[in-house]
């Protein structure tokens, strides 16, 4: 776990605003990505650098 990463009380808040249905293409897991996006955030890294924990920087 990252410090960017999220702590699961800040996950609940979050989680409630999220869609909870998905058309079309299934879901990933929407806590990763959202921590993916506040490790680029915080350590300025380009997608690419993306780590592997948080999955493909696609």
Same mark, same amino acid.
């Given at each position: 776990?990252?410090?960017?990463?999220?702590?699961?009380?800040?996950? =609940?808040? !979050?989680?409630?605003?999220?869609?909870?249905?998905?058309? *079309?293409?299934?879901?990933? $897991?929407?806590r =990763?990505? !959202?921590?993916?996006?506040?490790?680029?955030?915080?350590? *300025?890294?380009?997608?690419? $650098?993306?780590?592997?924990?948080?999955?493909?920087?696609?």
């Amino acid at each position: 776990m990252a410090r960017s990463d999220m702590s699961d009380l800040e996950w =609940r808040f !979050i989680k409630q605003v999220l869609p909870n249905k998905s058309r *079309g293409v299934k879901r990933v $897991d929407d806590r =990763r990505v !959202i921590n993916g996006i506040f490790y680029v955030l915080r350590t *300025g890294i380009p997608w690419a $650098d993306l780590p592997e924990q948080y999955g493909p920087p696609t």
